[in-house]
């Protein structure tokens, strides 16, 4: 069983489109997150969530709108999609939601979204 | 924000040992120093996290000297499946203390 499962796996659209990824995790995190690894490689967050509540909010155009039903799943809607979107969004979960103090905070990862807006 | 500075790539051949070092001079007290792998066209996945001196698992070591200012992640005998991008990660999980650094780029020769 995928424990941090997203899809889909490949996403090819338009400018100014609207699209969805889904990812569900089946490890009984309490935390969720999405990241955005552009052409250099360099992963950043971009949202966190905590039993359904937002926790971090990174400086991320408001074209993206995360969207927690239930702790098991966060999905990520992207509205009028433009070029500069084009990159791959990973999802990803946790135990603990964090105070700093590091023991078991493992982060797992799924295996990617490549988007690409042409 | 403590951030991290890794080399950018580094060169190995198949039953090396390989030790990437990671620069972490504004280190928190509370922050833990993480390392991920990520190979292409996956997520990153956890190797090893560390607070002090020098843990081990069954993949690799972490060796964290007592300023805490860097890290180094020891690969005993790598093998071309150890190709990958390694991250240093130090920090919480759930904060806005989360940086991962640019990676190093491992390649292992045959």
């Known amino acids: 069983d995928t424990a941090v499962s997203q899809t889909p796996k490949y996403l090819v659209t338009q400018m100014g489109n609207d699209k969805s990824i889904k990812c569900e995790q089946n490890?009984?995190?309490?935390?969720m997150y999405w990241y955005k690894q552009d052409s250099k490689k360099f992963l950043k967050i971009m949202f966190s969530?905590?039993?359904?509540?937002?926790?971090i909010n990174e400086t991320v155009p408001n074209r993206f709108s995360p969207k927690s039903p239930d702790k098991a799943h966060l999905n990520l809607h992207i509205n009028s999609l433009e070029l500069g979107d084009s990159a791959v969004y990973f999802c990803?979960?946790?135990?603990?939601?964090?105070?700093?103090?590091?023991?078991?905070?493992?982060?797992?990862f799924g295996s990617g979204t490549q988007l690409s807006v042409l | 924000l403590a951030k991290t500075t890794q080399p950018i790539s580094m060169d190995s051949y198949e039953g090396q040992e390989v030790n990437i070092t990671c620069s972490h001079n504004?280190?928190?007290?509370?922050?833990?120093i993480t390392w991920y792998q990520q190979f292409p066209s996956q997520g990153p996945r956890f190797i090893i996290q560390?607070?002090?001196t020098k843990v081990t698992n069954e993949v690799a070591s972490l060796f964290i000297p007592a300023d805490r200012k860097s890290s180094t992640l020891s690969l005993p005998r790598v093998s071309l499946s150890d190709t990958a991008v390694y991250y240093c990660?130090?920090?919480?999980?759930?904060?806005?203390?989360?940086?991962f650094g640019t990676g190093t780029l491992l390649a292992v020769q045959p």
């Open positions: 504004n280190i928190a007290t509370n922050d833990y």
């Open positions: 490890l009984g995190h309490d935390t």
């Open positions: 560390g607070y002090k």
């Open positions: 990660l130090v920090g919480g999980v759930a904060t806005n203390k989360l940086i």
């Open positions: 990803a979960s946790s135990l603990i939601p964090g105070t700093g103090s590091g023991a078991n905070e493992k982060l797992f």
């Open positions: 969530y905590n039993n359904k509540e937002l926790i």
